[in-house]
């Protein structure tokens, strides 16, 4: 790898292609998948602060009352505001010239936006350091990773917080060599602060990185020395981005920030699937987020991946290593390893929360995909030199055919991305044996749609089990769903009773055998042959509403 | 690479090419239709399928058979299995393929059932006892929960209510999800304290034996902290056994021996008592039968 590029227009046409492309297509998709509960808090959360922001707009005094700040920040403080800030503005912008096709991808289209940049960023990241060719691999590996275009869809912070995450770690490394990168590293960091928690963890990675390059710049006798300008830049300017993105903190900050950390360091544990147990409180298995890796990224950018860590094994050698008048660089690929293992480590402690699956780590995504194009690269340069010397098209073939799997498995698992497993595990029924997590957040609602569309012609009401009201509203917003299908409260009253398949909601499914009488459901969605959703019918609803009998 | 890409891919289409047509479940389903039995029982293989197999045959399967308290009752078992899957090791006396499902049949040693105490709670009389006196438990009509996580087993619209103003406080059929989520159908008959709930049955046929099994609900067993719950069975007004239900047992059960008690009928009494009620969601299940049979 070289320590650094610079990027010519090219790369950045390259980099605005895969990010327009992306977005795109991501658009196009949307649809097809119902909003996830977490989503639907978020998009409650974002017209509370859009209606504050119009109260900002038109009426500034009155919305900075202490008052009016707390009755439309106080609901979901336990998230910092940026993101859902740009839902609202995106909302706002598509209430005032109706942007958007639909009213879900006016929430999420902000989100998707940082899915088309990390994209873009992961392309510039690697052409700065690799050939070209392997920084596009990377981009397109980690863009056709099942559960990343899952939740690349999302008005959530996961895919947001891995392109925030990232761009800080690429501000501080180019602020090492350059200075003027210092305030933008301080800057990214505040806006990684400002959208999830994740971001914590940086100046720890940082930090590590900058005394490994600092130790081996002293051992080789290196007059010239990394900058540190970053740090001070990003413990100045990282909060002030957070505070001032968020006024729900303008008032009583400490307490606040408190509040919002002492949240999340003790998070509630939400029951979870993994290996046929279904755990519900620590210690929860340190192989989580390795396994899990194993079983939902493709093999081939796994396998490269490996081989592209072995081929950069030299530049992990401790700095203690170094002697007197060695070369030295960046240690980039010391510093990708950081990004890479960091948060899949703080998952793995028994006491972290495991309930989200891979989403808790996406962030360590977009620096497997890199190591992944240094491992194809050293198979290509070393195919270019031996095997097929002169001839381009068979390395550009492998590319393709390395990226192929990924991508034809990510056509399959939408719109049921959550529930896919790669071969690794058997596919979705091989992790069904294995007693892997099926589901979460209730989204595979949105593939019913069709069938209760056409079961309830005239109407009537569906018990919605792990899908939130507010999910489903957004689903009669987008059209998907017509307005006079109903969610019912209870499942006595609903014409239709939804079973979202995971091993706790078995006592849901027991709980529909005796309200309803019956134990024969009249549809199940499956995904490659495993049950999703069981739907019940009620046998006392009014029959003359029944498609056959109408 | 190549080949690791390529294994991928071919994998990934082997795999969906595995899964089991619509069709394949259609034959096989119709297949079992046409032989099962009254007392037959069917189930799935890997259990994961379970909702498809109840999708095709649903409307063969009773909550008793869905929710079975052992599986000691039923004259023969169907299973739908695919993937290779099998619920037993034993060979079947009946098996046949329908594409990538299997049918397999066994006949089991089914017990002769001479009264099942979750059939015929309606007929019982329910009390709660406070000292020296009783007060009387009325069935009812009453209103139920609307379902959901976390709410526990769904009460029936008609039971026993106690004391309307604790909600949680009936006694009536329902299923439980056990320690292993295990569905069990059994009567819900939730602890007040160390003070009695009581369950009375009349003029009950005894058989060989009475099999008892008692379990809590899943959401509160799982925390391993609660109070351990005591089920009492008094036969003609003695202590015939006790089941004392430890959080981390599961769905636990007791065999008390009624053959040798030199009557052919009697009134059979279930107290459940504990020291601490809360969170104690006690379900139980009994019946008295004719033959011996394995538990499950």
Same mark, same amino acid.
């Given at each position: 790898?070289?320590?650094?590029?610079?990027?010519? +227009?090219?790369?950045?046409?390259?980099?605005?292609?895969?990010?327009?492309?992306?977005?795109?297509?991501?658009?196009?998709?949307?649809?097809?998948?119902?909003?996830?509960?977490?989503?639907?808090?978020?998009?409650?959360?974002?017209?509370?602060?859009?209606?504050?922001?119009?109260?900002?707009?038109?009426?500034?005094?009155?919305?900075?009352?202490?008052?009016?700040?707390? *009755?439309?920040?106080? =609901?979901? %403080?336990?998230?910092?505001?940026?993101?859902?800030?740009?839902?609202?503005?995106?909302?706002?912008?598509?209430?005032?010239?109706?942007?958007?096709?639909?009213?879900?991808?006016?929430?999420?289209?902000?989100?998707?936006?940082?899915?088309?940049?990390?994209?873009?960023?992961? =392309?510039? %990241?690697?052409?700065?350091?690799?050939?070209? +060719?392997?920084?596009? *691999?990377?981009?397109?590996?980690?863009?056709?990773? !099942?559960?990343?275009?899952?939740?690349?869809?999302?008005?959530? *912070?996961?895919?947001?917080?891995? *392109?925030?995450?990232?761009?800080?770690?690429?501000?501080?490394?180019?602020?090492?060599?350059?200075?003027?990168?210092?305030?933008?590293?301080?800057?990214?960091?505040?806006?990684?602060?400002?959208?999830?928690?994740?971001?914590?963890?940086?100046?720890?990675?940082?930090?590590?990185?900058?005394?490994?390059?600092?130790?081996?710049?002293?051992?080789?006798?290196?007059?010239?020395?990394?900058?540190?300008?970053?740090? !001070?830049?990003?413990?100045?300017?990282?909060?002030?981005?957070?505070?001032?993105?968020?006024?729900?903190?303008?008032?009583?900050?400490?307490?606040?920030?408190?509040? =919002?950390?002492?949240?999340?360091?003790?998070?509630?544990?939400?029951?979870? @699937? =993994?290996?046929?147990?279904?755990?519900?409180?620590?210690?929860?298995?340190?192989?989580?987020?390795?396994?899990?890796?194993?079983?939902?990224?493709?093999?081939?950018?796994?396998?490269?991946?490996?081989?592209?860590?072995?081929?950069?094994?030299?530049?992990?050698?401790?700095?203690?290593?170094?002697?007197?008048?060695?070369?030295?660089?960046?240690? &980039?690929?010391?510093?990708?390893?950081?990004?890479?293992?960091?948060?899949?480590?703080?998952?793995?402690?028994?006491?972290?929360?495991?309930?989200?699956? &891979?989403?808790?780590?996406?962030?360590?995504? !977009?620096?497997?995909?890199?190591?992944?194009?240094?491992?194809?690269?050293?198979?290509?340069?070393?195919?270019?030199?031996?095997?097929?010397?002169?001839?381009?098209?068979?390395?550009?073939?492998?590319?393709?055919?390395?990226?192929?799997?990924?991508?034809?498995?990510?056509?399959?698992?939408?719109?049921?991305?959550?529930?896919?497993? &790669?071969?690794?595990?058997?596919?979705?029924?091989?992790?069904?044996?294995?007693?892997?997590?099926?589901?979460?957040?209730?989204?595979?609602?949105?593939?019913?749609?069709?069938?209760?569309?056409?079961?309830?012609?005239?109407?009537?009401?569906? %018990?919605?089990?792990?899908?939130?009201?507010?999910?489903?509203?957004?689903?009669?917003?987008?059209?998907?769903?017509?307005?006079?299908?109903?969610?019912?409260?209870?499942?006595?009253?609903?014409?239709?009773?939804?079973?979202?398949?995971?091993?706790?909601?078995? @006592?849901?499914?027991?709980?529909?055998?005796?309200?309803?009488? &019956?134990?024969?459901?009249?549809?199940?969605? +499956?995904?490659?042959?495993?049950?999703?959703?069981?739907?019940? @019918?009620?046998?006392?609803?009014?029959?003359?509403?029944?498609? @056959?009998?109408? | 690479?190549?080949?690791?890409?390529?294994?991928?891919? #071919?994998?990934?289409?082997?795999?969906?090419?595995?899964?089991?047509?619509?069709?394949?479940?259609?034959?096989?389903?119709?297949?079992?239709?046409?032989?099962?039995?009254?007392?037959?029982?069917?189930?799935?293989?890997?259990?994961?399928?379970?909702?498809?197999?109840?999708?095709?045959?649903?409307?063969?399967?009773?909550?008793?058979?869905?929710?079975?308290?052992?599986?000691?009752?039923?004259?023969?078992?169907?299973? $739908?299995? #695919?993937?290779?899957?099998?619920?037993?090791?034993?060979?079947?006396? $009946?098996?046949?393929?329908?594409?990538?499902?299997?049918?397999?049949?066994?006949?089991?040693?089914?017990?002769?059932?001479?009264?099942?105490?979750?059939?015929? #709670?309606?007929?019982?009389?329910?009390?709660?006892?406070?000292?020296?006196?009783?007060?009387?438990?009325?069935?009812?009509?009453?209103?139920?929960?609307?379902?959901?996580?976390?709410?526990?087993?769904?009460?029936?619209?008609?039971?026993?209510?106690?004391?309307?103003?604790?909600?949680?406080?009936?006694?009536?059929?329902?299923? $439980?999800?056990?320690?292993?989520?295990?569905?069990?159908?059994? #009567?819900?008959?939730?602890?007040?304290?160390?003070?009695p709930v009581r369950s009375t049955f009349f003029d009950v046929p005894l058989g060989d034996r009475l099999v008892v099994h008692g379990g809590v609900d899943y959401e509160n067993e799982r925390w391993r902290a609660g109070s351990p719950v005591t089920l009492r069975i008094w036969i003609s007004d003695r202590l015939a056994g006790e089941l004392v239900h430890r959080d981390g047992e599961g769905w636990s059960s007791l065999a008390i021996e009624t053959s040798s008690l030199g009557f052919d009928r009697a009134t059979v009494r279930f107290e459940v008592t504990t020291e601490d009620p809360t969170a104690r969601v006690f379900c139980w299940a009994a019946s008295t039968r004719l033959t011996e049979a394995a538990d499950e």
């Amino acid at each position: 790898m070289n320590d650094a590029r610079a990027l010519k +227009r090219g790369d950045h046409s390259v980099g605005a292609a895969l990010c327009i492309g992306y977005v795109v297509l991501l658009g196009r998709t949307a649809s097809d998948l119902a909003m996830s509960r977490d989503e639907s808090f978020y998009v409650h959360a974002a017209k509370r602060y859009a209606a504050w922001l119009s109260k900002l707009l038109t009426n500034p005094m009155a919305a900075l009352e202490q008052q009016s700040i707390d *009755f439309a920040w106080s =609901y979901n %403080w336990e998230h910092p505001a940026l993101m859902k800030l740009g839902f609202a503005w995106s909302w706002l912008a598509h209430q005032q010239w109706g942007l958007y096709p639909l009213e879900s991808l006016a929430f999420r289209f902000p989100a998707m936006l940082t899915a088309g940049l990390l994209l873009w960023l992961i =392309y510039a %990241w690697g052409a700065s350091v690799m050939d070209r +060719r392997g920084a596009l *691999f990377a981009a397109l590996a980690f863009a056709s990773m !099942p559960r990343v275009f899952y939740h690349a869809h999302l008005a959530c *912070f996961d895919i947001p917080i891995a *392109f925030f995450f990232m761009l800080t770690a690429y501000a501080y490394w180019r602020s090492l060599a350059d200075r003027r990168w210092a305030p933008l590293a301080g800057v990214a960091f505040g806006l990684a602060l400002a959208t999830k928690h994740n971001s914590w963890m940086l100046p720890g990675i940082l930090l590590v990185h900058f005394a490994w390059v600092r130790v081996i710049q002293a051992r080789a006798g290196r007059r010239e020395r990394a900058s540190i300008a970053w740090l !001070p830049w990003m413990l100045a300017v990282g909060p002030m981005i957070l505070i001032g993105t968020w006024p729900w903190v303008w008032n009583d900050t400490w307490g606040r920030l408190g509040s =919002y950390a002492a949240f999340h360091f003790r998070h509630v544990h939400y029951t979870y @699937e =993994y290996l046929g147990v279904s755990y519900f409180k620590p210690p929860f298995p340190v192989s989580v987020p390795f396994v899990m890796t194993l079983f939902t990224v493709p093999l081939t950018v796994l396998v490269l991946g490996a081989l592209g860590l072995h081929r950069q094994r030299a530049s992990f050698r401790l700095p203690s290593s170094t002697e007197f008048g060695d070369t030295t660089t960046r240690r &980039t690929e010391v510093l990708w390893l950081g990004c890479m293992l960091a948060p899949l480590l703080a998952i793995a402690l028994p006491s972290s929360p495991i309930f989200g699956g &891979t989403k808790h780590w996406l962030t360590a995504y !977009p620096f497997l995909a890199l190591f992944s194009a240094c491992g194809l690269l050293g198979i290509v340069e070393m195919a270019e030199l031996q095997i097929w010397p002169g001839r381009r098209w068979p390395s550009v073939a492998l590319l393709g055919l390395c990226l192929l799997p990924g991508a034809v498995q990510t056509a399959h698992s939408h719109p049921l991305g959550l529930s896919h497993y &790669t071969p690794v595990a058997g596919g979705v029924p091989g992790a069904a044996d294995l007693g892997m997590n099926r589901q979460f957040w209730g989204f595979t609602t949105g593939s019913v749609a069709p069938w209760l569309r056409e079961a309830l012609p005239d109407g009537g009401s569906v %018990w919605l089990c792990d899908t939130t009201t507010g999910a489903w509203a957004m689903l009669q917003a987008d059209g998907i769903i017509p307005r006079d299908i109903r969610a019912a409260s209870s499942m006595l009253e609903a014409d239709f009773v939804l079973v979202h398949h995971e091993p706790h909601f078995k @006592e849901v499914d027991y709980q529909a055998w005796v309200a309803l009488g &019956t134990v024969q459901p009249a549809y199940v969605l +499956r995904y490659d042959g495993v049950p999703i959703i069981s739907i019940y @019918e009620n046998p006392k609803r009014d029959r003359s509403k029944r498609p @056959e009998d109408g | 690479m190549a080949a690791v890409a390529s294994f991928e891919l #071919i994998a990934d289409v082997w795999i969906r090419a595995q899964v089991p047509a619509d069709q394949s479940w259609e034959e096989a389903a119709a297949f079992v239709r046409a032989r099962i039995g009254p007392n037959d029982r069917i189930v799935a293989a890997p259990s994961w399928a379970d909702p498809i197999v109840r999708f095709h045959l649903g409307a063969l399967v009773t909550l008793r058979s869905a929710a079975p308290e052992d599986s000691a009752r039923f004259d023969r078992m169907w299973e $739908l299995g #695919i993937r290779g899957e099998s619920t037993r090791e034993d060979p079947p006396v $009946l098996e046949q393929r329908f594409g990538g499902v299997r049918v397999r049949m066994w006949e089991l040693a089914a017990d002769d059932v001479a009264h099942d105490f979750v059939d015929q #709670i309606a007929h019982a009389k329910v009390e709660l006892v406070q000292g020296d006196a009783s007060r009387p438990c009325r069935w009812v009509e009453a209103p139920r929960g609307r379902g959901g996580l976390g709410q526990g087993p769904m009460a029936p619209d008609e039971r026993f209510v106690c004391d309307p103003s604790r909600p949680w406080l009936w006694v009536g059929p329902t299923i $439980l999800a056990d320690l292993t989520l295990t569905p069990r159908r059994c #009567i819900w008959q939730h602890p007040v304290g160390p003070e009695p709930v009581r369950s009375t049955f009349f003029d009950v046929p005894l058989g060989d034996r009475l099999v008892v099994h008692g379990g809590v609900d899943y959401e509160n067993e799982r925390w391993r902290a609660g109070s351990p719950v005591t089920l009492r069975i008094w036969i003609s007004d003695r202590l015939a056994g006790e089941l004392v239900h430890r959080d981390g047992e599961g769905w636990s059960s007791l065999a008390i021996e009624t053959s040798s008690l030199g009557f052919d009928r009697a009134t059979v009494r279930f107290e459940v008592t504990t020291e601490d009620p809360t969170a104690r969601v006690f379900c139980w299940a009994a019946s008295t039968r004719l033959t011996e049979a394995a538990d499950e």
